[in-house]
């Protein structure tokens, strides 16, 4: 590492103590239930019942309220906590117990096969009592009136006993979630065909599936002061750097925001530079890619709620890689990473190039291209800028008229849109068809950008360099592209340069980024991940193994 | 956050402010002419008759060629007036070719060329000629094939550069030989023959005059002399009995043909006062054509063929270098070698002039017949 | 002595980067036309007086870190306190301050002129220079990283130029540089100092020193730095010489960008048009560097902080540039420049090491007494 920029934005609201990385048999145990996502310190209360919430930020610690004794104080503090709702279901079990849950929030066969006949069973109940015997894993006790609704939230049964300030909280939820269907947004031809959907535990879940392995640590944080979502931070201890992992949670804890909805704002919110056009942070939907950048020593997050991981740090190069590149044949994979990044410069500068030609430096034309070009351009009553700019227009309102469209009427609109417009514009004589050809040709080149994100900046950088080539030329496209370098030289992802590892140089890292290199010679580690343990950033043991066998 | 807001908005109000202030004139393509061929004459007794060839792009998708002519003292007043006669800006960045009538080349050409220099529009790559007779008529003249005359001439010439048939004439080369204190330049000669243009010859020229004319088969003597060529062709008349009796065509002359010549030519100088040079010039080439029935399989024949091959090529460069040191126009550039080779020769103008027409060379050609054809 | 300068271990860079800064410093305008001032003393030896200049510029920069390693961790404006003390001290750098200035200036005024000559007649040079204000303090406000960065970038990125300059190789004549040596020794010598406008840059080591990792291994590179600078100056002179006749090149005002009009390549003429827009980012690095070598003297003068110091530099750059307009007023300019650089580049360091180890001597004898 060669300059460390100072960290001001992740400024240390909380210290780390506070936020302790729970053990490993916990997390554990928490995937072994199913659907179960959100029980963030049910195990944590039961060993320390007096102390108040501690790891969350949205807990309201001006609300000492303890639990009533009394079933029918308790029911109406529950009530009128919530605003009585209408999925509110109060029953009364026995002439002291009273369960309360909200109706589609909980299992109901495991309330009516394993907790009812229970509970009736029983006699001399305390919730002490009633958390041993009931024959379910998350059975808790609370004496806070917050805890309790929080929990219950979660998709908890609230059994009270009367008579008691506790009461026992069985976690049983309920989450409906999409099946696994394929990554719509990231697909590849080669490798697998799943992508994550909106359950925080089935990704986690998927993620363990790829990587069997003790080191993967997995945390929970909860962020959002309305809308208490959890997030998993994920990273493979031993491989992702201490200093990396410590600047993810401090910025996730730091967060002070009222409510996240996607991963999307997450990565937004914890970006180095949130004003920069460029993503500094990945947003994937492909599990193997998210494992493959786990074990290259990144940290990555998920979202309860969110079909997206995050992944950082992350680095320019590594947005126009795809994780379809490992699995090609190598000299396939080097020729489709070069085109990428040949696709790059085409949409960024070739409209812009036309438009600053024509319109200043008509001599650097060669003689033979010089009549089809002045051909084509002479019925246009534009200058060439105002020509540019309308089609680029044309080409954006027609992908997101497509985008926004049901998939089949999308593609329909982008067909005879393209088709109409196009032949109807050059025919009429507002555009001329060579430059047709150069916006077509730009915006493949946009779109050959494995990353979303990435491929949306790259599209958009366009327009303000095609103004600047309709003023100034070539001159204005230097001064754009000066300052793109300056801008991406300013940038870090998590402190680590943006630019590496061009710039800092690690010729290492810059052979496996540009050419996707033979198996024996890729670099496992990413290049701003600083892996420590050498034996990690290879991959080369597992071939020299079956050289071995092949002899 | 706030830190980069206020930091950045006078960078943006500077920023818009510029834009407002630097805008510049466009030239937009198809609203432009482009004259891709300017000739100057000279009228009368200073007046400077510049006669431009332009492409304009109508809407009806067709070009068309433009040509203007007006007379004025400088080329640039000249472009002003012939700017009041059309319809658009005339621009000469796409500039071709640049021609000059004879008048104007038995004046001088050195205020054309420094002009020409001058300008960063005009690309130092554009071919320079002379045209035989009148420039104005020969421009204005009706070529039914040629649509568009300006493109015409430039390919004419540069095809025959490629192929060594003229002397080659970018504005760079005749500068450098015009700036080069001892060394003269040469310029194609352009002319009008029925419907068609051709290369008729080559204009030597001495201190900016024109001084002699050359044949256009003598390009290619000129070339072999002052570079190295790799690819020409040419047709040599030997005398008829260079094969014996074998020849039993009545004709006068033995006609050989020969292509793909590779030739490297070495210029030392032997007597410094005199001054004495030697020229060898060793010829690799392929025969292409021969006309007589005689067998040319046998090692003896293409010994004699060679012999004959260089006495015929040495007989010819010695013309045209005397030729050259009759009008005094160095354009083999042997006064460079003279400078090369000689240490303190403090040459100028004068001094090569005096000293050139004095000049001996002697010229020693080695050709070899590499090859001829699939059949013998 | 002073006690070194604190120098924060964030900001260091590996000396491997010193190449990179070093080359980029040193190539920028000066490419465009040196040859003909050479070329109009030293003649067909043109070639000789550069190799010349670069010889003085290798025993310069070993001066140079002779100085540098007398202190620990100090850069020249340190040194200059320490030796000269407060006033005197102050003044030296004022004085060394300005000639960054100076070159900051006199950089944007030829890139200026180059553009209004070769590319945009009628856009307004107060335009320009603004643009490249503009650019440059935002990099500049990127910190010493980004600078670097920059130096990086446009290493790499101006390396097509010299595959470029192996186009008009077609039409050289070598009979332009023999006789070797027929020039007279003075005339050479002439030329090598008619060099000094093109050589500059390398003196910024000076300023980087305390910034530089490992300090053993920077003397290496920066002299590696200066061989590849001369290669491909030498390489330029060559193709130049070769391809103008005498006079002509004495008259050829930007004898590189010439040499290139003449290239012509399927898809592309005028090469020389896109050269030139792209110089931007060649001359960038210099004007960083000169930026960032006055900001580190200033602040030993007053504190201010990065932001504030360019901007004034830039509205300061930017005032100065209205009177000067004509190419003959530019011209005298830069020969002005020259020879102040000549002063504080070439003879300026000499004084300084026979300073430093007087006052060295001086400190030790005291000190034994002590």
Not at chain 2, 239 to 262: E, F, M, N, Q, W
Not at chain 3, 180 to 194: E, H, N, P, V, W
């Amino acid at each position: 590492m060669f300059f460390r920029k100072k960290r001001n934005k992740a400024s240390l609201k909380k210290t780390l103590e506070q936020s302790p990385p729970p053990s490993q048999n916990e997390i554990d145990a928490e995937q072994s239930q199913p659907s179960t996502s959100k029980s963030h310190k049910d195990d944590i209360t039961t060993k320390d019942l007096s102390k108040g919430p501690a790891n969350n930020s949205t807990a309201r610690k001006d609300d000492p309220e303890t639990i009533s004794s009394s079933t029918e104080i308790f029911v109406k503090d529950i009530k009128k906590r919530i605003h009585s709702p209408a999925d509110l279901v109060i029953r009364y079990v026995s002439d002291t117990i009273t369960i309360l849950y909200i109706d589609n929030l909980i299992k109901e066969d495991i309330l009516n096969e394993k907790i009812l006949p229970n509970l009736q069973n029983m006699n001399e109940e305390t919730p002490m009592r009633i958390q041993k015997l009931l024959p379910l894993p998350r059975v808790t006790v609370f004496d806070r009136m917050n805890e309790v609704i929080e929990t219950m939230l979660t998709g908890a049964v609230i059994i009270h006993v009367a008579g008691h300030n506790l009461t026992t909280l069985v976690i049983i939820p309920a989450r409906e979630a999409r099946s696994l269907t394929s990554p719509e947004n990231e697909s590849q031809v080669i490798g697998s065909q799943v992508g994550f959907n909106e359950s925080l535990s089935t990704n986690v879940s998927l993620i363990r599936r790829y990587i069997l392995n003790p080191n993967l640590v997995n945390e929970k944080i909860k962020v959002g002061k309305q809308t208490n979502t959890s997030l998993a931070l994920l990273y493979i201890d031993g491989v992702a750097s201490e200093q990396n992992i410590n600047t993810v949670r401090q910025r996730l804890n730091s967060l002070d925001v009222r409510d996240i909805i996607d991963s999307a704002e997450i990565a937004e919110l914890i970006d180095d530079s949130s004003l920069s056009l460029f993503p500094q942070i990945l947003l994937t939907e492909r599990p193997d890619r998210f494992c493959d950048d786990l074990l290259s020593g990144k940290v990555g997050i998920l979202v309860d709620g969110s079909s997206m991981g995050i992944l950082c740090p992350y680095t320019f190069i590594e947005f126009f890689q795809s994780r379809e590149d490992k699995n090609l044949r190598w000299p396939i994979a080097t020729f489709v990473r070069l085109l990428r990044f040949l696709a790059i410069f085409i949409s960024a500068f070739f409209t812009p190039l036309y438009v600053a030609t024509l319109t200043f430096h008509y001599e650097v034309i060669p003689q033979p291209l010089l009549i089809p070009l002045s051909e084509s351009r002479a019925k246009v009553p534009f200058p060439p800028i105002l020509e540019a700019l309308f089609l680029e227009l044309i080409i954006e309102l027609l992908r997101e008229a497509g985008a926004r469209l049901p998939t089949k009427i999308g593609q329909t609109i982008g067909i005879v849109g393209g088709i109409v417009l196009g032949t109807a514009a050059v025919d009429a004589g507002i555009t001329s068809n060579i430059l047709i050809i150069i916006v077509a040709l730009c915006a493949l080149s946009a779109f050959t950008t494995p990353n979303y994100m990435m491929g949306n900046t790259v599209r958009v950088l366009r327009f303000p360099i095609i103004i600047l080539a309709g003023f100034w030329g070539y001159y204005g496209i230097m001064f754009a592209f000066c300052m793109l370098l300056i801008h991406l030289l300013r940038q870090s992802s998590l402190g680590a340069p943006y630019m590496s590892p061009f710039y800092p140089l690690r010729l290492k890292s810059l052979a496996d980024s540009i050419v996707r290199l033979p198996y024996p010679f890729i670099i496992r580690k990413s290049p701003n991940a600083r892996v420590e343990d050498p034996e990690l950033s290879t991959m080369q043991a597992s071939l020299k193994d079956q050289k071995k066998v092949k002899e | 956050m706030k830190k980069l807001n206020t930091f950045k908005l006078p960078f943006l109000l500077i920023a818009s402010v510029m834009l407002l202030v630097g805008c510049t004139e466009p030239h937009i393509l198809e609203r432009i002419s482009l004259a891709t061929l300017i000739g100057y004459d000279l009228t009368g007794e200073d007046e400077l008759t510049t006669t431009a060839v332009m492409r304009q792009i109508n809407p009806d998708l067709e070009s068309k060629t433009l040509i203007q002519s007006t007379t004025s003292s400088t080329s640039k007043g000249g472009r002003k007036k012939i700017e009041l006669a059309t319809s658009k800006e005339i621009t000469t960045g796409q500039l071709r070719v640049v021609l000059f009538g004879e008048e104007l080349a038995k004046y001088g050409l050195d205020y054309r060329l420094r002009t020409i220099m001058m300008s960063s529009e005009i690309s130092n790559a554009i071919y320079l000629a002379m045209v035989e007779g009148d420039l104005k008529s020969f421009l204005e003249s009706d070529y039914k094939d040629i649509p568009n005359l300006g493109q015409h001439i430039f390919q004419l010439i540069e095809h025959n550069i490629e192929q060594q048939n003229a002397v080659s004439s970018t504005v760079h080369e005749i500068s450098r030989d015009d700036f080069s204190r001892v060394a003269s330049y040469a310029l194609p000669i352009l002319k009008k023959e029925k419907d068609d243009i051709k290369i008729s010859g080559i204009a030597l020229f001495h201190k900016g005059k024109i001084v002699g004319t050359l044949s256009a088969k003598d390009a290619f003597y000129i070339q072999m002399v002052r570079d190295n060529s790799d690819n020409g062709t040419m047709e040599l008349n030997l005398p008829i009995t260079t094969l014996g009796d074998h020849s039993l065509s009545s004709s006068k002359y033995l006609s050989v043909a020969l292509d793909s010549i590779r030739s490297k030519r070495r210029i030392t100088v032997v007597d410094q006062t005199l001054p004495e040079f030697n020229l060898t010039i060793h010829l690799d080439c392929r025969l292409y054509e021969i006309i007589s029935n005689v067998n040319i399989d046998e090692a003896e024949i293409i010994q004699k063929l060679e012999k004959e091959i260089n006495k015929k090529l040495e007989s010819e460069i010695k013309r045209v270098i005397q030729y050259s040191q009759e009008v005094n126009s160095d354009i083999f550039r042997f006064g460079e070698y003279y400078e090369a080779q000689v240490r303190n020769a403090n040459m100028d103008v004068e001094k090569w002039s005096e000293m050139y027409p004095e000049m001996k060379v002697n010229v020693t050609v080695k050709a070899k017949i590499l090859r001829d054809g699939v059949f013998q | 002595m002073k006690k070194a300068l604190q120098v924060n271990p964030t900001q260091m860079f590996n000396a491997p980067l010193l190449l990179f800064i070093i080359c980029a410093a040193q190539i920028g305008v000066g490419v465009h036309g040196f040859q003909s001032f050479i070329y109009e003393h030293a003649k067909k030896d043109a070639w000789i007086s550069i190799i010349i200049s670069f010889l003085a510029a290798h025993i310069i920069v070993f001066i140079i870190f002779k100085i540098l390693q007398l202190y620990d961790s100090n850069d020249i404006y340190g040194i200059n306190l320490d030796l000269f003390g407060k006033y005197f001290g102050n003044f030296v750098n004022l004085a060394l301050i300005t000639y960054c200035g100076l070159a900051y200036f006199v950089i944007i005024k030829n890139y200026r002129e180059v553009i209004n000559t070769w590319v945009f007649p009628d856009l307004s040079p107060a335009f320009i220079t603004a643009i490249l204000l503009i650019i440059v303090i935002y990099a500049f406000t990127g910190g010493l990283r980004v600078i670097i960065g920059i130096c990086f970038f446009s290493f790499f990125l101006s390396l097509f130029i010299p595959i470029i300059l192996l186009f008009p190789i077609e039409y050289s004549r070598i009979n332009y540089l023999l006789p070797i040596l027929d020039s007279d020794f003075i005339s050479i010598l002439k030329g090598a100092y008619y060099m000094t406008f093109t050589i500059v840059g390398f003196e910024i080591i000076g300023t980087l020193y305390p910034f530089v990792k490992e300090k053993k291994k920077a003397q290496k590179y920066v002299h590696f730095a200066l061989f590849l600078t001369l290669m491909f100056y030498l390489f330029i002179m060559f193709i130049t010489s070769t391809f103008f006749s005498g006079e002509q090149l004495e008259r050829t005002i930007w004898a590189t960008l010439s040499l290139l009009s003449i290239i012509r390549l399927p898809f592309l003429e005028r090469v020389e048009i896109i050269t030139i827009c792209f110089w931007m980012i060649i001359i960038l690095p210099n004007l960083c560097l000169y930026a960032w070598s006055a900001y580190r003297g200033f602040i030993r003068i007053i504190d201010i902080t990065e932001k504030k110091f360019i901007l004034i530099f830039s509205l300061l750059i930017f005032i100065a540039a209205f009177p000067l307009q004509t190419r003959i007023q530019i011209e005298k300019f830069n020969n002005f420049f020259g020879s102040v650089a000549f002063y504080l580049i070439f003879v300026y360091p000499l004084f300084l090491y026979f300073i430093a180890l007087i006052k060295k001597k001086m400190f030790r004898k005291k000190g034994g007494k002590g």
